[in-house]
């Protein structure tokens, strides 16, 4: 059960835009948000917009107030990360530990860089793991961010709360992006195994009913193995951050993912042109600055991960 104090966060969001009154990061931000300092960019049509861990430029990450903020703020697909709590619920958290960045001890005290691992979510209860506050500390990355007395949600929370809300594209209904957080050097004490770990997911967005409009990614081999084997006409996508060519990093898989998703500093037009001739899609991760937003537009992406839905959707549309 959600607390009711989020809910209410909840209905303050559903009816005024976070992104209008919230400090801006620099002026010349503001300044450059402006769409007609732009020309429409080609084939950016139907471009995708992803809001990182929700839209953690404007809420704290990861929380279903940030969720429903990104939609509202024009993402098409709520991108988000997957860990398994000790009773095997499936948990929407980029770490599987409390972040001493943004969270609290159910006393409300901050968690030391040193002890963050101490306080880890694959050997809590969902009710241990929502006596922690994770979203009303200033992110030092994001002073634009809003805090809000939230907690990290099960991903059957953010789902049955995001079902409900209207995109601002019409007829459209919402998407996921989920990452599976799974490293060998984790296991088993911070998460499953690879396999395990893909099956909880997959019976979750099953018994969720949202495999048909859920792409799972994730930077581990073994996953998107065990994920092929499981599932393979589930769209999946191939996450990369390290150097390489394109083609060395699409040999570090058995099969063709559906989408590529590097780091957006990692790629090129033309390895997007090669990529989307052998009819693979792709989707760089995380861009924020408005200029560099631009930069990959005009690489003809296919999507976009961001934590600002909102400039990139002023941009698009």
Same mark, same amino acid.
């Given at each position: 059960m959600m607390r009711s104090l989020p809910l209410i966060c909840l209905a303050a969001i559903l009816t005024a835009s976070c992104g209008e009154n919230a400090p801006a990061e620099a002026s010349s931000e503001e300044d450059m948000s402006n769409s007609s300092l732009y020309p429409e960019a080609e084939g950016t049509v139907g471009l995708e917009i992803q809001g990182h861990r929700g839209c953690r430029g404007l809420l704290p990450e990861n929380t279903v107030a940030g969720f429903v903020l990104s939609i509202r703020e024009g993402a098409d697909v709520l991108e988000m990360d997957l860990c398994i709590a000790g009773d095997g619920s499936v948990i929407v958290s980029h770490e599987p530990w409390m972040s001493h960045e943004i969270c609290t001890? $159910? %006393? !409300?005290? *901050?968690? $030391? %860089? !040193?002890? *963050?691992?101490?306080?880890?979510?694959?050997?809590?209860?969902?009710?241990?793991?929502?006596?922690?506050g994770c979203g009303a500390r200033p992110h030092p990355r994001f002073p634009g961010q809003r805090q809000l007395p939230v907690h990290k949600p099960t991903l059957a929370e953010v789902v049955t709360v995001t079902e409900t809300v209207p995109l601002l594209r019409e007829g459209a209904a919402i998407r996921y992006n989920m990452e599976i957080k799974h490293h060998p050097d984790l296991v088993p004490d911070f998460c499953p195994d690879a396999s395990q770990f893909v099956r909880i997911v997959l019976e979750e967005i099953n018994r969720l009913e949202?495999?048909?409009?859920?792409?799972?990614?994730?930077?581990?081999?073994?996953?998107?193995?065990?994920?092929?084997?499981?599932?393979?006409?589930?769209?999946?996508a191939w996450l990369v951050k390290s150097e390489g060519t394109v083609e060395d990093q699409l040999a570090r898989l058995s099969y063709k993912p559906d989408i590529y998703s590097p780091n957006w500093q990692l790629l090129s037009a033309e390895d997007v042109h090669n990529l989307q001739s052998q009819g693979i899609q792709v989707i760089p991760w995380t861009v924020n600055d408005t200029l560099d937003l631009y930069k990959v537009m005009q690489m003809g992406v296919d999507g976009i991960i961001t934590d600002f839905p909102d400039r990139l959707y002023a941009m698009r549309d």
């Open positions: 001890d $159910p %006393e !409300g005290q *901050e968690i $030391p %860089e !040193g002890e *963050e691992r101490n306080h880890n979510l694959h050997a809590m209860s969902v009710a241990k793991i929502q006596s922690y949202i495999a048909n409009r859920t792409c799972i990614q994730s930077f581990s081999a073994e996953v998107m193995e065990a994920l092929h084997e499981q599932a393979p006409n589930l769209t999946n």
